[in-house]
C-alpha cells in the first residue's frame, strides 16, 4: 500500500480499479459527468438507454445516506454526449474522510469524462436573491480548507495532477458565459444569477452569527458540497461548471421568525427542476470539447 493511500485511504490504484470495474460493465464511454444536488436528481431521467448501478455495488464507492438522493450512477447519453450521472453525492458530514467523498471526480477523470457540471442546493445570503434563484458559480470560498481539510491533503498524486494546483479559473469562464447565453434564449434571465459560493461542513445550517460573516465575507450563497469535488475535478485537468439552486434564504435577522429546514430544499428543488434539466442539457447540446487544463 502507498504512503498516499495510508493517509488518505484512496490511492489511484483503488481509483483505477473502481474506474475498470465500471468501464467492463457498461459500454457508454463518457466524457461529461453531473452530481445532482438535492432535489435535482431529475437530471439524470434525462439520459437517454440509461444503464443504473447503485453505489453500494460499486467497488470502493461511499453510500449515500442523505434524503433526496437516490445513491446511483446513470449511465447513457444526454443530447447526443455520452454522460455519467451522479444522483446523490457524498457530504463531509455523512462521516466520510474528504478524500473519500470526492472518490468518484478521480474515477470519472480515468473512465475519460472531460467536463463536470455539479448541482446543488444552497442557502441564498445574498439580499438581493430569492428563494428559486439560480445561481451560477463563480468562485467559491472553501471554509473547510481554512482548517487544513482539503481533499488534496497528503502526498501528491502525481497521475492526477500537480501538487499545487491552480484554483483562480476553478469555474471554467466559457461554460458560465455558455449558460447564461443559453439561460437569455429560454427566459430564465429573470431567476438566473452569478455569484460566490461558501462551503461549511454541516449538517447544522449556519447561526444568524455565522450568515452575517460569510455575506461581509462576500459570499452570495453557502452550502455543504461541491467546492471539493470541484478542487479534486481540477486538479485532474477536467473543466468544471456548477450552480446552486436557492432553496432558501439566510436568516440574517435575529427577530426573523424564519428556519432553514430541508424539507423546504427538497420542494424548492421540485419546484425548479424542469428548468435546471432544461439549462443542463442544452448547455451539454452545445459543450465542446475541453482543450485546456491550465490557468488562464
Not at 75 to 104: A, D
Not at 188 to 193: G, I, K, N, T, V
Not at 240 to 266: K, P
Amino acid at each position: 500500500m502507498s504512503t498516499s493511500e495510508v493517509t488518505s485511504g484512496v490511492g489511484y490504484e483503488e481509483c483505477r480499479a473502481t474506474a475498470d470495474w465500471l468501464l467492463s460493465h457498461t459500454q457508454v464511454r463518457p466524457t461529461v459527468g453531473i452530481v445532482c444536488g438535492s432535489g435535482l436528481g431529475g437530471l439524470a431521467e434525462m439520459l437517454k438507454e440509461q444503464q443504473v448501478f447503485k453505489y453500494g455495488d460499486i467497488p470502493n464507492f461511499p453510500r449515500s445516506t442523505v434524503h433526496g438522493h437516490a445513491g446511483q450512477l446513470v449511465f447513457g447519453t444526454l443530447k447526443g454526449k455520452p454522460c455519467v450521472c451522479m444522483q446523490g453525492r457524498f457530504h463531509l458530514y455523512e462521516g466520510y474522510p474528504i478524500q473519500k467523498i470526492t472518490l468518484p471526480m478521480r474515477v470519472f477523470k480515468l473512465m475519460g469524462v472531460e467536463t463536470m457540471i455539479l448541482t446543488n442546493a444552497a442557502g441564498g445570503l445574498n439580499q438581493d436573491y430569492k428563494v428559486g434563484d439560480i445561481m451560477i458559480i463563480k468562485d467559491h470560498i472553501n471554509m473547510p480548507g481554512f482548517a487544513g481539510i482539503s481533499p488534496l491533503a497528503g502526498p501528491n498524486e502525481d497521475r492526477f495532477g500537480v501538487r499545487f494546483p491552480c484554483m483562480s479559473d476553478a469555474y471554467s469562464r466559457e461554460l458560465r458565459q455558455l449558460a447564461h447565453d443559453v439561460g437569455a434564449e429560454l427566459g430564465f434571465s429573470d431567476f438566473l444569477q452569478e455569484g460566490v459560493y461558501c462551503v461549511l461542513g454541516g449538517p447544522s445550517f449556519e447561526t444568524i452569527a455565522e450568515c452575517r460573516m460569510l455575506s461581509k465575507l462576500g459570499a452570495d450563497a453557502v452550502g455543504m458540497s461541491t467546492a471539493h469535488e470541484v478542487i479534486v475535478a481540477r486538479h485532474a485537468g477536467m473543466r468544471c461548471f456548477a450552480m446552486s439552486l436557492i432553496s432558501n434564504r439566510a436568516v440574517m435577522d435575529y427577530d426573523s421568525q424564519e428556519r432553514a429546514n430541508h424539507e423546504e430544499v427538497l420542494e424548492t428543488g421540485r419546484m425548479r427542476a424542469g428548468q435546471m434539466e432544461k439549462l443542463v442539457s442544452t448547455m451539454v447540446a452545445r459543450m465542446e470539447h475541453n482543450n485546456n487544463n491550465n490557468c488562464l
